[in-house]
């Protein structure tokens, strides 16, 4: 079975553009997670979507957003880059309605903003 | 609201050394919690989890139980091989709410 695959692998941006992060999904699984993962503070929760909806959101600035299409893969989108965006972001992955089962990670997009 | 707190790094300790991470957390009702693992160049990957109070989570000579009256999840292993070096997280999942809260991570060397 396939896993979480994620692109770009890295990405480079300026300060003030936008970057657009990509996330498929394990087959058969309709929930996406977006973490960041920036230098000393562990994973941040971003968004989570189910069946194309959006269910929640992380404490991020609104020009963080993104959409789930009817495949169930997924797109982040960063609006305004600023240096600090610069991170690690990671998607995961589950079936819908599974509460305790694990969540899947694809090996992550590593954004630079310069 | 959840939170996670586990045990700054980074920790270095010799192959075939007894191992403990602290984890505890804060969450209202009855978290799952999880122990996930980030090899060099990798996603998280499950390596644990216990779902209630008393249970006890194991994989690959890690052991983690659930103790409710302390709310802590403490990583254990008997027997660290230079292989287990990576970054270990420490998650919670409270009741009803789908997304996982994470803990800073803990980054573990093992020299030989």
């Known amino acids: 079975e396939a896993g979480v695959t994620q692109s770009p692998t890295h990405l480079i941006k300026t300060r003030g553009q936008q970057a657009t992060l990509r996330c498929s999904p394990i087959?058969?699984?309709?929930?996406v997670y977006w973490y960041q993962q920036a230098l000393g503070l562990g994973l941040q929760f971003l968004l989570w979507y189910d069946e194309g909806e959006e269910r929640n959101r992380g404490n991020f600035p609104p020009r963080f957003s993104g959409r789930q299409f009817p495949n169930y893969s997924s797109e982040l989108n960063v609006n305004a880059l600023e240096l600090e965006d610069s991170a690690l972001y990671l998607c995961?992955?589950?079936?819908?309605?599974?509460?305790?089962?694990?969540?899947?990670f694809g090996n992550g997009t590593r954004l630079t903003v310069t | 609201g959840n939170s996670v707190t586990q045990m700054e790094g980074p920790v270095t300790l010799s192959e075939e050394a007894f191992l403990t991470i602290n984890c505890t957390y804060t969450?209202?009702?009855?978290?799952?919690l999880f122990w996930y693992v980030q090899y060099p160049g990798e996603g998280l990957q499950l390596l644990l989890k216990a779902t209630k109070a008393d249970d006890k989570g194991s994989n690959k000579g890690f052991e983690a139980t659930y103790r409710k009256e302390t709310t802590s999840f403490h990583l254990e292993k008997g027997s660290v091989q230079v292989s287990d070096s990576a970054v270990y997280f420490c998650?919670?999942?409270?009741?009803?709410?789908?997304?996982?809260?994470f803990g800073t991570g803990t980054r573990l060397t093992i020299i030989p």
């Open positions: 087959s058969g699984h309709t929930s």
């Open positions: 998650a919670l999942q409270g009741f009803g709410n789908e997304k996982l809260t």
């Open positions: 969450a209202t009702g009855y978290p799952s």
């Open positions: 995961a992955s589950r079936p819908s309605g599974t509460q305790n089962s694990p969540l899947h």
